[in-house]
């Protein structure tokens, strides 16, 4: 199959959401929780997580701009300053997925779709219990994008826990973290590490 500029415009709505979602292969499965001023818990799922930088440790996500019917996920880290970022894991990957529901502000994706907050220490925001791979995030900009009018979304990491048995000199193995990984806005993989290299200064490089 080929496609050129206008036939990916003629494409049905949806499906161009689904193929378009899907071009850039396999991407994180996270989810992110939230709260507001008032204890209201939010949480959404997201595949658009990208590391920016390791010092600081910045990492990103894009979202849509926040209105009153949706976008509470910055909404609520505008407002509060701190949000997490949960792997996604099989035995949970239904109930992650459904977050992706449009619920009124007034209601807690935590309870409507059947996943446990938990906090840690004096963080803020809520983590997925069900998640072996957490990150607490402390906000720092919110960047426009005017092409399409959404919002990069740049934090660092204040809090990280994995699993012991994930990591080795430095090296984090997500097959070993059990994380998923999400195509278009539907489809949910499990990771398998096939492969490990050095990091490549130009003297090292073999005759191919």
Known sequence: MQYNRQDIENLDHVQR?????????????????????????????????????????????????????????????????????????????????????????????FDACGLQEEYVEDFKAPFVKESNFKMGMRFKEAIPIPLNGTVLVVGEIDYLQLPDEAISEGNIDLEKANSMGISGLDSYYELKKTAQYPYVLVNEVPDF
């Open 17 to 109: 959401l689904k193929m378009i979602n899907s071009v850039t292969g396999v991407k994180p499965a996270n989810l992110i929780g939230t709260i507001n001023k008032h204890g209201v818990t939010n949480l959404a799922v997201f595949s658009s997580v990208v590391h920016l930088g390791s010092s600081p440790a910045l990492l990103g996500f894009v979202t849509k701009p926040g209105t009153e019917d949706v976008g509470h996920t910055i909404q609520n880290i505008k407002e509060m300053g701190a949000y997490t970022i949960n792997h996604i894991h099989p035995e949970f990957s239904k109930q992650a997925h459904y977050t992706s529901a449009k619920f009124e502000r007034k209601v807690s994706e």
